[in-house]
């Protein structure tokens, strides 16, 4: 069976972020005024290109 141009297929339900598991908890912490990550305290230089 070949699907039809506007077929879609879902291969995976749900989010797993740094803000948490699932669609509310992502949602809540994306419209939050504070991350739930923090900076690198010691940031590595960029290589020469």
């Not at 419209?31 to 900076?39: G, I």
Request: some cysteine; charged content about 10%; proline content about 16%.
């Amino acid at each position: 069976m070949n699907p039809a141009p506007d077929d879609i297929t879902v291969t995976g339900i749900g989010l797993v972020t740094p803000g948490g598991i699932g669609a509310p908890a992502t949602s809540e912490t994306a419209c939050a005024t504070t991350l739930p990550t923090t900076a690198d305290p010691a940031p590595k230089p960029k290589a020469a290109q």
